[in-house]
């Protein structure tokens, strides 16, 4: 029904930066709301950030400061900015996505396959 796909990710060095995008298809009504999150090597999925329909963010205090999410509706987009990477923040970054669905209008929350983000010291 709707399929979302991560692109971006990759290697950097400390202290670089990279831009996450996650576009969403499919039978999109709406969507209320986006957001990433991250799973590190032997450790759990974690969230670090989701940004409303309205605009309102939410950021882990891990990365506050250093990321930046932000949303495009009109494209079915989010993005994730990073800064200032360390290579604590090595993980995979899974895109999520609160959709109304055109038929049946119902609230479906849709996963991306995930952006491998791999930070050298």
């Known amino acids: 029904q709707v399929q979302l796909v991560e692109s971006g990710g990759g290697l950097v060095q400390a202290g670089g930066s990279l831009r996450l995008s996650c576009v969403a298809s499919?039978?999109?009504?709406?969507?209320?709301?986006m957001g990433w999150y991250r799973r590190a090597p032997g450790k759990q999925l974690e969230l670090v950030s989701t940004?409303?329909?309205?605009?309102?963010?939410n950021y882990a205090d891990s990365v506050k400061g250093r990321f930046t999410i932000s949303g495009d509706n009109a494209k079915n987009t989010v993005y994730l900015q990073m800064n200032s990477l360390n290579p604590e923040d090595t993980a995979v970054y899974y895109c999520?996505?609160?959709?109304?669905?055109?038929?049946?209008?119902?609230?479906?929350?849709?996963w991306g396959l995930g952006a491998q983000v791999t930070v050298s010291t």
């Open positions: 499919g039978s999109i009504f709406s969507i209320n709301d």
């Open positions: 940004v409303s329909s309205s605009g309102t963010t």
């Open positions: 999520n996505m609160e959709v109304l669905i055109i038929s049946p209008r119902r609230l479906f929350r849709f």
